[in-house]
């Protein structure tokens, strides 16, 4: 439920049990009340001159001076005043007059009013009623001083009440903007935290990647070939490595440019990311080398995926062949992933070696170099 579909009341969960207590609490009866509400005539009778009286001693501070403002929220102060003198002398404090005491502990917070400002208030306040008690009641009773010190009593105790009603919703209005501040900070640090987290992954991912041609690089190759031998090994799967470069790859830049060479390395990695399944890591090794871990793939199925490689580069770059290497490890017998990186590069090397083929896989099986 929101705070506006709940009034001060409900919010605070005082209720007529809960304020019957806490005039307990501070002894307030209704002889009090009744010893209140004799004096209402004579206070209403010079409520101008109380009210007067007490914004005189008020505004000479500076400070408070500036947080009245104005000639016309002077004058607005002044009648809410009145009103609160008036219902002081009343008799009768029961919900409603509890309602308006908590609601000036809100306004007070929301104006700003620092509670020395409201303490100080009430102390005058109480002094100048007090004086007129004094001088009214010790005239009518001036054989019998009880009267007169009982009613001052009741005074400062209903004070008391209603500074504790005021100081309830004030201090409860900080806690509620503490919190709000509080959540509001959390939720700004958890925000900030999944940002600072992804662009963590993000600069990661960056570190691991080839700048030129989006593929993994070195570093995070060796992570992954690691990693997919020993999940073959768990799973007792075979694991196939292709390793390719481009041939006469320097001769094409000295004679094309480095550019030309950049665009050719390009369109590899382009063709790789676009035929390579999900769980396979194309990689570029370095310079004009590339890897391609095939998970859960034997040799014969890397045989079809390099084929299919060709296929495509040479539709880009047909007077430009590749040597292959492949090399499979499992399910039986797994290899380290030292061994299997050699076997797959010295199978591209006898690749280079046969006049007319592209592809050697290890055991050595060739595949023609399409016409």
Do not use: W
Not at 91 to 108: F, S
Not at 112 to 127: F, H, R, T
Not at 322 to 340: K, V
Request: charged residues 30%; negative net charge; contains cysteine.
């Amino acid at each position: 439920m929101k705070m506006t579909d709940q009034t001060l009341l409900e919010q605070m969960k005082l209720h007529e049990v809960e304020i019957l207590h806490r005039k307990q609490l501070i002894n307030f009866s209704q002889r009090d009340a009744d010893l209140l509400l004799n004096c209402r005539s004579f206070i209403q009778n010079r409520i101008d001159e109380l009210v007067e009286t007490f914004f005189e001693k008020q505004t000479t501070f500076e400070e408070i001076a500036l947080i009245i403002g104005d000639a016309d929220s002077l004058k607005r102060l002044k009648e809410a005043l009145k009103s609160y003198i008036i219902r002081l002398f009343d008799g009768y404090y029961d919900l409603d007059y509890v309602n308006n005491r908590l609601r000036i502990g809100l306004v007070h917070k929301r104006i700003g009013v620092e509670p020395k400002y409201y303490l100080s208030a009430i102390k005058v306040l109480k002094d100048i009623l007090v004086n007129t008690i004094n001088q009214e009641i010790g005239e009518q009773f001036a054989t019998d001083p009880t009267v007169k010190n009982s009613t001052i009593d009741a005074l400062d105790k209903l004070l008391c009440f209603d500074t504790e009603l005021v100081f309830d919703t004030y201090i409860r209005s900080l806690v509620s903007a503490i919190e709000l501040a509080r959540d509001k900070a959390e939720h700004y640090a958890f925000g900030l935290e999944k940002k600072v987290a992804q662009r963590t992954l993000e600069l990661q991912e960056l570190s691991r990647k080839d700048g030129l041609t989006d593929l993994y690089n070195h570093r995070a190759f060796i992570e992954f070939i690691k990693r997919d031998i020993s999940f073959a090994k768990r799973n007792k799967v075979p694991l196939s490595l292709i390793y390719f470069d481009i041939d006469n790859f320097k001769t094409i830049n000295d004679t094309c440019g480095h550019q030309a060479g950049d665009e050719i390395l390009k369109a590899i990695g382009k063709i790789l990311k676009e035929i390579a399944r999900d769980v396979d890591v194309p990689c570029r090794y370095g310079g004009d080398e590339f890897c391609l871990i095939l998970s859960g793939s034997t040799s014969a199925e890397a045989k079809k995926f390099s084929q299919c490689l060709i296929e495509q580069f040479s539709e880009q770059y047909s007077k430009i062949t590749l040597s292959i290497g492949i090399a499979q490890t499992g399910p039986e017998q797994f290899d380290d992933h030292r061994i299997l990186i050699k076997r797959a590069d010295q199978s591209m090397y006898e690749a280079k070696k046969i006049v007319g083929f592209q592809m050697v896989t290890s055991p050595e099986i060739e595949i023609e170099k399409p016409a």
